[in-house]
């Protein structure tokens, strides 16, 4: 059975979607983060036969965002971007937690 992709799709303010792919989530200090990526679909980057360009070398940027519930949803939660120096903290403990880094090999990015 395949891994069901976990997609979140973002809009920014010319209306322009972006989707990105949730690699993993943690709980740090009483709150819930979320490692994302540009999602690239099987064979798109052209370099490799995989999805998560294992083995081609090509490095995606990270991003970190805290993930919060809707204010009045219980259903649905929101992405907010975290401070630069907390992305890269929370990056670092991604990288070393139980995430595999052979699979993906990952570019700090400012989270703005």
Known sequence: MEN????VVFEDDDGNELTMEVLDYLFYEGHEYALLTEYVEENACGDCEKS????CGNARE???????????????????????KLAVK????FQNSDFDE???DF????DE
Do not use: Q, T
Request: glycine fraction near 4%.
């Open 102 to 104: 052979e699979e993906c």
């Open 52 to 55: 998560d360009c294992e083995g």
């Open 107 to 110: 570019e700090d990015a400012d």
């Open 62 to 84: 990270a991003f970190v965002m805290e993930v919060r519930p809707v204010e009045g949803d219980e259903e649905n939660e929101e992405f907010v971007p975290v401070d630069e």
């Open 90 to 93: 929370l990056i670092d403990i």
């Open 4 to 7: 069901e992709l976990d997609l």
